[in-house]
Structures are given as structure tokens and as C-alpha cells.
């Protein structure tokens, strides 16, 4: 592990630094996440609610606003990723 000394750095370079760092890493996320051939994978809700990191009443509540989606199949609801993914991008 390599050691980074930070020597007469003002806290708005500090701020500018992590900033940018954070910005990369998300911007990385986001082409994976474009980039996966399962965008029309079907998930359940706990497989929706693990992939958003939300609980189950928050899913309710989205899908009940019309914010997210369903499919039924059956008597089971189920949620297309690139739905999900189209939600999170507006």
C-alpha cells in the first residue's frame, strides 16, 4: 500500500480532490451498469429491492406512484431492469 502525505493542502483542495474521485467512481458505475447485456432481466421484489437497497414498503410506495413499473405475471409482480434503470435515470 503506497502512503500519500498531504502537505500545505487548503480543505477546499481536499474537498476538490474527493470530489472528482467520487464523480469518476460513479461515472464508472454508470457504464457498467449500461453496459450489461441483462437489461431486460426479470426481477422479483426482493431482487428489486436488494438491487435499489430500499425495503419493500418503499417499493410498494414507488410502484404504487407509478415511479417504478410492475409486471404481473400470474398472481407474482415482477420488475424489468431496464425499467429500473430507465426510473433511476429520471
Known sequence: ????????????????IVS?????ALEDFKKELDNTDTKDQLFTREETCEFLSINTSTLWNYTKKGKLPSKKIGNRVYYLKSEI???LNT
Do not use: C, F, N, R
Open 85 to 87: 434503470l430507465k426510473a
Open 1 to 16: 500500500m503506497s502512503q500519500i502525505k498531504i502537505i500545505h493542502t487548503t480543505p477546499s483542495e481536499i474537498s476538490s
Open 20 to 24: 472528482e474521485s467520487v464523480k469518476k
